[in-house]
């Protein structure tokens, strides 16, 4: 079992940075891969990233690549989405979730585990 805590929402405004957190519980948490999904008013949840256990490979959804990092720390079980350079359409709740699979996947039926989500809205 893996429980999931999100935190470091906020509002920022456009062009600003928010650092989200994910803690979690569980004594497996270095065998699962972590992703983090948004969604917005009105729109289906949507990948943003996700890290092998190993953190040797992340993947990004096209329009975060080169603003958005994803990171872990095992030791720590924490999952880190840094994000830069917001924009008023990264407004969401954030979500971060849990797949016991060495494999990342981009989809969210695919994840086991999901926190209660941080909002984060940007003003323009």
């Known amino acids: 079992q893996v429980q999931l805590v999100e935190s470091g929402g906020g509002l920022v405004q456009v062009g600003g940075s928010l650092r989200l957190s994910c803690a979690a519980s569980g004594r497996t948490f270095s065998s699962y891969s972590m992703g983090w999904f948004r969604q917005a008013p009105g729109k289906e949840r949507e990948f943003v990233a996700a890290i092998r256990w190993s953190s040797a490979t992340t993947y990004y959804e096209d329009s975060v690549k080169g603003r958005f990092t994803i990171s872990r720390d095992n030791a720590k079980k924490t999952v880190y989405l840094q994000m830069n350079s917001l924009k008023p359409e990264d407004t969401a709740v954030y979500y971060c979730?849990?797949?016991?699979?060495?494999?990342?996947?981009?989809?969210?039926?695919?994840?086991?585990?999901w926190g209660q989500g941080t909002q984060v809205t940007v003003s323009s």
């Open positions: 979730a849990a797949r016991s699979s060495w494999r990342p996947s981009n989809k969210p039926h695919e994840y086991d585990y």
